[in-house]
């Protein structure tokens, strides 16, 4: 167990009065901190124009006429809208209620510590964590998150091992991971263990009275599910569709979701090293202890099983929390002032760290790292950050704010977007955004994603390629796709998103996309899909030994000087069946006899074709060479196709070209 919180005087080190001042100034503290790490991210802003819709009667909608939930945490979303109805402005409404349930976590974390060297060590701590920090203000649902944990296991960790909670302990402790489960599904994962331990311990001691509590707990949560999955047709968020029910497979997530890891140990060590550390110090002791660390670990590797996300460190915070609460009191007891000081040190010395956020704060590091894992904060932070307020000028201040309202005063009504939360908040509710990425899009989040998609590769944007048919369908309000599976799905996926609230024939078809032949869309498309790609040669997928990169024509260059690979790569998955790769480009100069090189095509580590390139006749579609090949039934997890130029060849490789099934060209390679 943790160590006791109990106080051992009434003024171990001060009287009552001292103890508030203290606690006031770590408030201010982290107040300014707060201040200066403000932002707005666009990802909230798809949540205000549900909640601009709902408070001005257009209900729970996203797009007009479309009942989709576009947004993750229920809870969050209702706090909003009464903010946002009294309000009627969502940028300082949305910056004030994040600063109040951040200082109502701190101030039920300080009042748990009970004196001034835990309530400043655990204070400090969290301060020192990027992650934590950067999402006590974003617009998203993490400050209420943060509250419902402080309350959950402040309780908790409180509790004496081993011993059955009554009813009223039990209902209160479910209602709180109900609550966390309805701001956000997958934070529940942070609750199931202590709530297993303590429902089994009260069904042992008591089954029948044990019962009733967990039912009133978890109806929040029951009746939140029973109204989705009526009102929208689907239990959960569409982007739970749209990120985790994708078609990617599992080992690509896998990897990507250590890239995360990687990437929060890279920029914000202390986040993920208190949650190791708590899982070091809460072996031991065991009880309580051990359970809330097991909790935070148990989130951090569902984090990885779902690729982690764009968003740096932002699914290490809510765990960061329950393993400070679980790390400070040991810290303490062991000697507090030297674990503040090894904190200052840690601020003092690390890059990045919110005390050290200024005005002239940017992204700190290329968007681009390790597919698209950036600081979101730093990203939004020059135009979005409160203190940067001036009379004439607009927060948000930024570039989708402006796209959006000319869109709303155009004479267009339907837009594809990947972006849209600054733009579908100022398009306004009569336009109509196609999401490319699916977060509010019930169509493309049941389809899988693009191929191309492995050529721009972006974590936690998922973007889908739009069926033959589906703008006109949007546009016109009507169901236009030509492949007749879709065309089939869409007029159920209609009839439950824009037809009738109770007609038997909606209720149906609810029935059908959840638990009939269409529950796994996606899976049937892939079985049928075929591929055309067409991609610049200079993509970053592709890697090149004797090539120059030319940006500007997307081209490969090589002068010939000495042999080697041009082009190597994608080294993507690739489904089974027939494929063919063609490498388009212009020859400058070669040798007058003998083959320009030879192209081949590996899987993994095996090369499975190799054919020589000739020199001959320039063709009209610039084909330098193709080569056909078959995927195993199985499939492969990197496709690898390649070409080698040999000295002397002087040549400019423009595209590479890969293609499956019917998609195939008809020309003979």
Not at 146 to 161: C, G, S
Not at 241 to 267: C, D, E, R, T
Not at 580 to 605: H, I, K, M, Q
Not at 612 to 620: A, E, N, T
Request: with cysteine; glycine share 8%.
């Amino acid at each position: 167990m943790i160590p006791s919180t109990a106080p051992t005087t009434p003024a171990s080190l001060s009287d009552a009065g001292t103890l508030r001042l203290v606690r006031a100034s770590l408030l201010i503290l982290f107040t300014y901190i707060f201040l200066a790490n403000a932002w707005m991210g666009d990802d909230a802003y798809i949540t205000y124009r549900v909640v601009w819709n709902f408070v001005h009667g257009h209900g729970l909608t996203f797009n007009p006429d479309e009942r989709v939930q576009a947004y993750t945490h229920p809870l969050w979303m209702f706090v909003m809208s009464a903010a946002h109805f009294i309000t009627r402005e969502f940028f300082f409404t949305g910056t004030f209620v994040s600063w109040a349930f951040d200082v109502a976590t701190l101030v039920v974390l300080m009042r748990w510590t009970r004196n001034i060297p835990r309530a400043a060590l655990l204070v400090v701590w969290l301060l020192t964590s990027k992650a934590f920090v950067d999402y006590t203000d974003s617009g998203l649902e993490n400050p209420l998150s943060y509250l419902l944990i402080a309350l959950f296991y402040t309780q908790y960790l409180d509790r004496t091992w081993g011993m059955a909670p009554d009813s009223k302990e039990l209902r209160r402790l479910t209602v709180l991971g109900s609550l966390a489960f309805l701001n956000r599904p997958d934070a529940a994962l942070l609750f199931v263990v202590p709530l297993g331990e303590l429902v089994l311990l009260a069904l042992r001691r008591r089954p029948r009275r044990a019962i009733a509590p967990v039912l009133v707990g978890i109806a929040p949560a029951v009746a939140w599910l029973a109204f989705a999955t009526f009102y929208y047709g689907f239990p959960l968020p569409n982007t739970y569709y749209a990120k985790v029910a994708n078609g990617i497979p599992k080992f690509l997530m896998y990897k990507q979701g250590f890239a995360y890891v990687l990437n929060s140990a890279s920029h914000d060590p202390i986040t993920l090293g208190t949650i190791a550390l708590a899982l070091l110090i809460a072996v031991k002791p065991g009880g309580a202890a051990r359970r809330a660390a097991l909790s935070a670990a148990v989130y951090c590797v569902y984090t990885v099983s779902v690729g982690g996300d764009f968003m740096s460190g932002r699914f290490f915070a809510l765990p960061f929390l329950i393993a400070a609460m679980t790390v400070v009191p040991t810290m303490a007891t062991l000697g507090a002032p030297a674990a503040l000081a090894g904190l200052v040190a840690y601020n003092v010395l690390m890059p990045i760290v919110p005390i050290k956020t200024t005005g002239k704060y940017d992204a700190a590091w290329a968007w681009r790292t390790q597919n698209g894992i950036k600081d979101e904060r730093g990203h939004y932070h020059q135009g979005t950050n409160i203190l940067f307020y001036s009379p004439f000028r607009q927060l948000p201040d930024f570039v989708w704010v402006n796209e959006g309202t000319s869109f709303r005063n155009g004479p267009e009504k339907v837009t594809v977007q990947g972006s849209i939360g600054f733009y579908g908040l100022y398009a306004g509710p009569e336009k109509f955004l196609v999401d490319r990425n699916a977060l509010s899009d019930p169509l493309l989040a049941r389809m899988p994603v693009s191929p191309r998609l492995y050529f721009e590769f972006f974590a936690g944007h998922y973007f889908r390629d739009l069926p033959e048919g589906y703008l006109e369908s949007v546009d016109q309000n009507r169901n236009l796709l030509t492949d007749p599976l879709l065309h089939d799905y869409y007029d159920r996926l209609r009839n439950v998103t824009r037809g009738p609230l109770f007609s038997a024939s909606r209720l149906r078809d609810i029935l059908a996309l959840n638990l009939g032949r269409y529950r796994k869309l996606h899976e049937q498309i892939l079985k049928r899909r075929s591929i055309a790609l067409s991609i610049r040669a200079d993509n970053e997928r592709f890697r090149t030994d004797i090539g120059f990169r030319d940006p500007v024509a997307g081209a490969l260059r090589t002068n010939g000087e000495r042999a080697g690979y041009l082009q190597f790569g994608p080294e993507i998955p690739a489904t089974r069946g027939l494929h063919r790769a063609r490498w388009v480009g212009t020859v400058e100069a070669a040798p007058s006899d003998g083959p320009l090189g030879y192209v081949e095509v590996w899987f993994g580590d095996r090369r499975m074709s190799r054919q020589p390139v000739l020199h001959g006749p320039q063709r009209d579609d610039h084909v330098l060479a193709a080569l056909d090949f078959t995927v195993p039934d199985e499939g492969v997890r990197k496709l690898d196709y390649r070409f080698f130029a040999n000295a002397g060849t002087r040549m400019v490789l423009e595209r590479v070209e890969l293609y499956s099934g019917t998609a195939i060209p008809a020309s003979v390679p």
